[in-house]
């Protein structure tokens, strides 16, 4: 129980009992403590508890974007059609969505219609509450421009109706769509002749030449009305009535427009027959102008998404709320309480080991764990850890630790004696150096394949005296350069804190100084030697 004594006191404490049991100089050269802390949601007590660690495990944050690929239509600006590529957080609405397209595009959010267009025509129109992890990478999603809503007049008159439509060949039971969507407003009053006059005069640069100054069949093309129910037999808009923009069908599929997706409108899908086709529209092409996005979109996506180190530790040391399974007795408010939990380091080693959690666990779902091949950026040189830290640095002279706790050396003359640089000495070691939790790496173990079973495991590692990255293949040994070690194999990342070279020198005897303060750990390994004292002490104690 740690309540009413300071931190620096519990944790030296409990690493003076760990030290006792397990004083090794692989201790003194990667071990340190971690910090865990509950906290109660009610009095806000904190408890912690450390423990000594010779491995950071931290997890990796999986992909929280979602790649959406849209086409967006313009009523008045060339190209008419550009596919762009946008990230969105994952849980994020269609709503930011229609935001980020209007700052991308320009075309503002109220003229805007969101839907799916296919080979076949429309199919839903997204709506700003819907969450985007409805909308897949690979769906048509099209971002139509919408004309401005001219007013009804006061006096009764001209009502007007914003339509968009799209091009269908009809041949027998086959379907095909053709060039791109169109939209535009016209009043309601409109004639069926009329209408379609309007159709073809906006799609004039896909006609024959001819086409607007000929008289044409009426009518030259069936126009569906969709009416976002789907079911029944297929409405058209009726060529024999005075006004077909006044059908029930358009007043339906008008008011079936929900509120939040767009303005209202009418979709209609052109169903042409091929003779039809053939003598009307030149250009059937649907064109389109790949905005640079959609490329940066894909390769980021092929990668996984891509997270850097910062973030798997940001992940490891987030507070979490744990269940009520694992509910904690608060002794203040004396009930048991759902906890806060929250992981931190307390104390760095001299090498800092890092295991990126790149295999689920198993679990009743998942039959085999699932390798995690996202790729972690990590940084080679210069990685500050002291954002990482639940014991940030205090000033010198402020220590609360008794003494007898910090600064004693350990119980023993043996493994450790000489050396002078177990973790015991850390907090001794003052004033603290701006670049004390900063480290660089030397080594990094690959792991290549899909489970822990198999796979294949390679190596690089910085060479401390030529300062060269070798890649260790089994009995391959090439060298490698700094630009290529970061990928997606990194499995466990080997760091060693700056200056380690420079501080020590003095205390190791046995380590030779230079390489620019990269200077390998296994130099300060303390020369073996048979004593039957030293044996027995290490029997004692394993
Ligand atoms: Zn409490």
Redesign the pocket.
Known sequence: NSFGRPDEVVAAETLANHVRCNNSFVHAVFQAQFRSSLT?P??Q?QSNTFDPFLCVSVPVPQNQRRAIYVTVLYTSQQPRQVKLGLSLPIHAEVRELREQLASDTGIAEAHMLLTEVDDLGFHRTFADSQPVLSIKETDPVYCLELPQLKEATDDGGAAYVLLCWVNLLVVEDHCARFSSPYTMQVGRETSYEDLQKLILKEMNAVLHDDILVSSQDIPLFHMRIVDGLGDGSPTYLDPTLDHPLYMEAVEQALALCEEDAGPPHLKLVLEWDLQGKESTIADDSDQMEEHASVKQLKMSSEQGGAVTLEECFELYTRAEVLGAEDAWH?P??NRK?EVVKKLGLWSLPDILVIHLKRFRQPSSKLRAPAKLTTLVDFPLYGFDMSPHLANRPSPPGNSVAPPGILGSPPGNGGVLGGLGWSPWKRPRRTPLRYDDNVYDLYAICNHHGQDLQGGHYTAYCRNPYDTQWYCFDDTRVDPVADTSLVTAAAYILFYQRRGLGTSYSSAASTSSSGSGGLEHWVCRMPAFTRSSKSQEELNHNG
């Open positions: 109660c009610r009095c007590r608060c203040n408010c309480q």
